[in-house]
């Protein structure tokens, strides 16, 4: 299974991107979905998960109030709206689904599939 992640690009501090991801010919809908990003140098990080039942989300301190995640069902998607974005959001980021709630953020260990990264990066 091949998640696809999708929507990074170059934006300047205090802009705003929208990740997706999804996954042809695979059904997100019982996978708790999450999102991590990992820098030049650093290692990857959990930013963000939304559970498969009653779409619980949690988020990295580091993200709380500017990032929002949702998913939508019936185009078998999630997203990752980014706002207020600052040059240390600057990463790839990289979609994952592990079955079937996040229990929190969790370790990349814990998922199962993984997209292939979308670049984002933000100018000063």
């Known amino acids: 299974v091949q998640l696809q992640a999708s929507g990074g690009g170059l934006v300047q501090a205090g802009g705003s991107l929208r990740l997706s991801c999804t996954a042809p010919g695979f059904t997100l809908d019982y996978y708790a979905i999450g999102w991590f990003r990992q820098a030049p140098g650093k290692e990857r990080e959990g930013v963000s998960c939304i559970s498969s039942s009653f779409g619980s989300t949690y988020y990295a301190d580091s993200v709380k109030g500017r990032f929002t995640i949702a998913r939508d069902n019936a185009k078998n998607t999630v997203y990752l709206q980014m706002n207020s974005l600052k040059p240390e959001d600057t990463a790839v980021y990289y979609c994952?689904?592990?079955?079937?709630?996040?229990?929190?953020?969790?370790?990349?260990?814990?998922?199962?599939?993984w997209g292939q990264g979308t670049q984002v990066t933000v100018s000063s």
């Open positions: 994952a689904a592990k079955f079937p709630e996040c229990y929190g953020l969790g370790y990349d260990y814990e998922y199962d599939y």
